[in-house]
């Protein structure tokens, strides 16, 4: 376990991720396309979607990292580490928060441009403040989305297999990837106007649960501020996800500042919106708590 968390981790230092057409999960977002139309029932559609497509993914990655350890324990562990980097992402979130709070100062238009890439907003309209606060919205949330829950995951999978007689790597590599193609539906088809997309969203809200409170006090611990989630739970309800208002409000409360998604929710709102300077610091304080991740993980595979 260890060796797959050291090869996940300096995969992401050394390369941040592998062009999108090389990627797998972009691979997994081709294979679920299709469901985005019209069905007679897309309930029906939606929940066998949700189900098997994600099942699919964690066989798939869990024979592969089967098939390495038939060469070698060295060769699993690698091939487990190899997932694992490939389901989780930290490096290019962080590159693409900070070039937006760098570009938000001088060049509206290009930050306004470069959002597209971190949030789901129409940015046409927002101000370089509301960039801003985008920015590090989307760097909060993301810790969530794109590190904690598939390396959580990893985790507890690899430590709860061989007390049920299975094994450790495949488990792990296997529950990884489970949760990064729950959540990649989710991205694709959760929303309203999708009904074939609905499963897959409430699917993604409850396994989304945990990993977005545990990033909640990972954010907490970056930032030196032990009653952030105190303070956020306040703001929770003015949030339409269940989930993502948790990382998100620790750090508005914790950095003194309005996170807002106009006309959607406002957290902090006897604050002013985010100085360029301010914004940095949040973005950089995500990226310590992501290792902050990286080490808990750590002591919980070690022990």
Avoid: C
Wanted: aromatic share 4%.
């Amino acid at each position: 376990m260890l060796t797959a968390l050291a090869t996940a981790a300096l995969l992401e230092a050394a390369v941040g991720e592998p062009p999108d057409g090389l990627h797998p999960v972009a691979w997994f977002g081709s294979a679920v396309a299709p469901l985005d139309r019209t069905w007679d029932r897309p309930l029906a559609v939606g929940a066998l979607g949700a189900v098997a497509l994600p099942v699919g993914a964690a066989l798939v990655v869990a024979l592969a990292v089967t098939a390495a350890g038939a060469i070698a324990p060295l060769a699993a562990a690698v091939a487990a580490g190899l997932a694992l980097f490939l389901t989780t992402s930290l490096r290019r979130l962080l590159s693409a928060a900070r070039s937006v709070i760098d570009d938000s100062e001088n060049d509206l238009a290009a930050a306004r441009e470069g959002l597209l890439a971190l949030a789901g907003r129409d940015a046409d309209a927002l101000s370089a403040g509301q960039v801003r606060s985008a920015a590090v919205e989307s760097a909060a949330e993301n810790l969530a989305d794109g590190l904690v829950a598939s390396l959580g995951a990893f985790v507890l999978a690899g430590t709860v297999a061989p007390l049920a007689g299975l094994p450790a790597l495949p488990v792990a590599a296997g529950a990884a990837a489970w949760v990064k193609a729950v959540n990649t539906m989710d991205s694709m088809l959760g929303y309203r106007a999708k009904r074939v997309g609905t499963p897959a969203a409430r699917l993604d809200d409850a396994v989304m649960w945990l990993p977005a409170r545990a990033s909640a006090l990972l954010l907490a611990a970056a930032f030196a501020a032990p009653r952030s989630p105190v303070r956020a739970r306040r703001w929770l309800d003015r949030v339409p996800s269940p989930n993502s208002g948790w990382p998100m409000g620790v750090a508005a409360a914790a950095l003194g500042t309005r996170l807002e998604k106009p006309d959607v929710y406002v957290l902090g709102a006897d604050t002013a919106l985010p100085s360029v300077e301010t914004a940095r610091l949040g973005v950089h304080r995500v990226g310590v708590a992501g290792l902050l991740a990286y080490a808990l993980a750590g002591v919980i595979a070690w022990f």
